[in-house]
Structure formats: structure tokens, C-alpha cells
């Protein structure tokens, strides 16, 4: 079978004009302008892709798959992940995986605590995360991104920065000393 990318016109010829100079000028010619439709058309199928878009493939997709919370200035890796995740969006929105999901794509780890799990007011929900990036400054884009994918009744609670420490030589000591003291006088 004959590779459609690595052919020539020129192998398709009847030898009979097959080594005509203007023949052989015209197919390749041809040939260039063959391999650039080629290329575009092997760009179609874009699911079997998802992790090889362009910018504005990705941009494009986004528009057409309805990704909620999609920023097109946001990095190339960051857009094809939600891409690549609107299917899986759409179908779980509305649940706390679908808000851990996108918090994870977005802003690295996050957990999602219902009211019920920390003793709240029912209907909230607070996220926790160890993500630095989750700051002050990204504050609106955070909450614009669970608002997307959340339950319409549920509000956000809170956003609980975990910070974790790695202590080095550090000792603990204790003592427990039970008896009786008699004094004699």
C-alpha cells in the first residue's frame, strides 16, 4: 500500500510521459502542494491529538465544546487539559470531583470539604489547597473557575492555603513521672 504523505505524482505516471522535463517540473510541483494538503488533513482527526494542539486549535475547541472556565491567555498545556477534560466536565458538573478536577488542572492540588465534613453551614462547601499560586492575586479566577463547574446551590465557604514545612533535626521529649512524696517531720 502506498503512503499517501511520501508519494510522488511522478510514480503515478505511465512511463510514456514519465520522463518528460515538463511533466516531471509539473508533478513536482504538484507534489509540494500535495503535501501540504496531505499535512492539514492528517490534522483532522483532533481527538486522537489533544495533547499535540496549537493555541489556536485549542482556543477553537474550547469555543466549541462550551468549556466553562477557559481563559485563552492561560499556557498551552493548561488549555489542552481542559480540553481534553470538557466531555468529562459537562458530565460530572455540579459535583465536588468536578470542582477537585478543574482545581487540579488550574491551580495544581485541591480538595473540596462539603459543610457536612467540617461542622459548616449546610449548602457551603470550603476548598483546601497546598498551591502557592492560589494567592490574593488569583483570588477572582480561582472563584470564577469553581463557580463554572459548581453545584448552582452550593456556595463557596472558604479557600484554606495549606502550607507545608519540612523541619529538619528537629526533637521531641517528653517525661511522665508518677509517684508519691512522703515527707517525714
Not at 482545581?103 to 462547601?125: A, C, D, N, Q, S
Request: proline share 4%; aromatic share 10%.
Amino acid at each position: 500500500m502506498t503512503d499517501v504523505k511520501n508519494m510522488s505524482l511522478l510514480d503515478l505516471l505511465p512511463t510514456s510521459i514519465r520522463y518528460d522535463p515538463g511533466v516531471i517540473a509539473i508533478a513536482q510541483a504538484l507534489d509540494e502542494q500535495i503535501r501540504v494538503a496531505v499535512d492539514e488533513i492528517y490534522k483532522l482527526p483532533l481527538f486522537s491529538r489533544l495533547d499535540e494542539l496549537s493555541d489556536e486549535e485549542a482556543d477553537e475547541l474550547a469555543w466549541q465544546f462550551h468549556v466553562d472556565f477557559y481563559d485563552p491567555a492561560l499556557p498551552l498545556e493548561q488549555k489542552r487539559e481542559l480540553v481534553k477534560n470538557a466531555f468529562k466536565f459537562h458530565r460530572r458538573k455540579g459535583t465536588p470531583a468536578a470542582v477537585e478536577d478543574l482545581i487540579t488542572i488550574l491551580f495544581g492540588e485541591g480538595k473540596v470539604e462539603e459543610w457536612f465534613e467540617y461542622g459548616g453551614v449546610p449548602g457551603r462547601f470550603r476548598v483546601r489547597t497546598s498551591d502557592p499560586s492560589a494567592t490574593n492575586e488569583r483570588a477572582q479566577e480561582f472563584v470564577q473557575a469553581i463557580d463554572s463547574v459548581k453545584r448552582l446551590s452550593a456556595w463557596l465557604e472558604a479557600v484554606i492555603l495549606e502550607e507545608t514545612i519540612e523541619a529538619r533535626d528537629m526533637y521531641f521529649g517528653g517525661m511522665l513521672h508518677i509517684g508519691e512524696f512522703i515527707t517525714i517531720g
